[in-house]
Structures are given as C-alpha cells and as structure tokens.
C-alpha cells in the first residue's frame, strides 16, 4: 500500500514571495505518478502539477514547479510569486503508473492549508 | 477541457431516508470513476472504485449495503446513502478518467462535490 505524508498543516506566506510546501511518500511500485491538487474554498480540486516517476526532470508550470527526491521520496512544491488566489488547501497524491481500472486511484496526503496575506 | 458534473452539491435529508448523488462526465467517456469522502478539514478519503458495466471495488471499512454505487452507463455513475443517519453527513466528491487517453496521462477529472446533511 501507497502512503502520503504532508507534515505541515499550515503554512503562511506573503504576497509575491516563495513558499515550499513538502510532500514524502512510500511505496513499493516502480512506475507511478505524483500530483498536487489544489483545493480552493468552493472545494473543487484542481490540479497544479503532475510528474512522471520514470522522468528526471522536475515539472514546471508557470509560478509552480516541483522539486522530485525519487531516492529519498519526496516531491515538494515550490509556488513562486505568491498570489492571493493561491490561497487553498493542498493536497499531494500518488498514483500507480500502470494503466486500467483501480490504477488510477489516487491516494491523498492530509493537505497543507496555505494563506497568502497581503 | 473535461468536465466532470456532480449533482445535486448540496442535499439535506431526514435520518433513514436514502439519498443518490449523481456524477457524469459531460464531454467524454469515463470506464473507471471513483467517488471520496471528504469531512471537514481532512483529507479525501477513497471510498469505491465505480467500474462501468460491472461491480464497485469498495475499500476496506466502507459499507457496500450502505453506499450503493452503480455505473450503468460511460458517462454515470450514481452514489446512493442508503438509510442515512447524521454520521453519514459529509462531502462527497467524484473523479473520472477519460476512457481511451493514451497511457501516461493519470489525470482524473474532478467533480464539484456534493454536500449532504442528515438530520
């Protein structure tokens, strides 16, 4: 079984500043997939970012990148230029890689809450 | 882009009565959805695995009596509270994959939830 821990249950930062948020896991599979989900106060989940374990390069996109420790597990999210509206809860999740049915569950760390203040 | 719509996102019901929360896929095939249970400030919490044509995989702990998942059809899957009680009260949330995307593209599609209160 896949486990995902987020150790910080909150976090602040200020407007236009960069802030990390952290992200381990545990598992046993060679082929899978990390996320980060982004829920704001209408509680939709919305996805920020998504890496491929197989590929080295950290994904990027626009304000958001991750930082992948495949050897230590760890798959942090950097959020540059921080904006009022990423104020959310955030959520890390891991996936199987393989293809079909129950694969593609995924499985949820606790969620960091992260206020953006002006 | 996919869209994923749940329905209805807010219910309130009496204790015993059931309650079916709907979600579909409105502009693609999902064969596998999954519906999660959210209480307040937690996590998502997978409940069942939604196969189209064929039974739900629950997860370890979850009543299959309780919560009745049916996937009748590519674009619907259903998520009925059987006799609910205010225990059941909670955040419902469905996901979809998008049926026949090329492998390596995990990405589930995320409905807007549904809120139930039993009273």
């Known amino acids: 079984a896949q486990t995902v821990t987020q150790s910080q249950p909150e976090m602040s930062v200020q407007e236009a500043e960069t802030v990390t948020l952290s992200c381990t896991y545990d598992?046993?599979?060679?082929?899978?997939?990390l996320f980060w989900y982004k829920q704001p106060p209408s509680r939709q989940m919305i996805l920020v970012i998504r890496?491929?374990?197989?590929?080295?390069q950290n994904a990027t996109e626009n304000r958001f990148s991750v930082n992948f420790q495949k050897a230590a597990k760890s798959f942090s999210l950097k959020i540059s230029d921080s904006q009022l509206g990423d104020t959310a809860m955030y959520f890390c999740?891991?996936?199987?890689?393989?293809?079909?049915?129950?694969?593609?569950?995924?499985?949820f760390g606790k969620g960091t809450l992260l206020t953006v203040n002006p | 882009g996919a869209v994923v719509s749940q329905h209805p996102s807010w219910v309130i019901c009496k204790s015993g009565t059931s309650v079916k929360i709907e979600c579909r896929s409105l502009?693609?095939?999902?064969?596998?959805m999954f519906w999660y249970r959210q209480f307040p400030k937690q996590s998502l919490m997978l409940m069942a695995t939604?196969?189209?044509?064929?039974?739900?995989?629950?997860e370890q702990g979850v009543e299959k009596d309780k919560f009745l998942i049916n996937h009748a059809s590519l674009t619907l899957s259903t998520l009925t509270v059987t006799s609910a009680h205010p225990e059941d009260s909670s955040f419902y949330i469905c996901?979809?994959?998008?049926?026949?995307?090329?492998?390596?593209?995990?990405?589930?599609?995320f409905g807007a939830g549904s809120r139930l209160t039993v009273l």
């Open positions: 996901s979809a994959r998008e049926s026949g995307r090329a492998t390596g593209a995990n990405v589930l599609t």
């Open positions: 598992t046993s599979e060679s082929n899978y997939y």
């Open positions: 890496q491929e374990a197989y590929k080295q």
């Open positions: 999740a891991f996936s199987r890689g393989w293809s079909g049915g129950s694969n593609y569950k995924l499985t």
């Open positions: 502009d693609f095939q999902a064969t596998t």
């Open positions: 939604s196969n189209e044509g064929s039974k739900a995989t629950y």
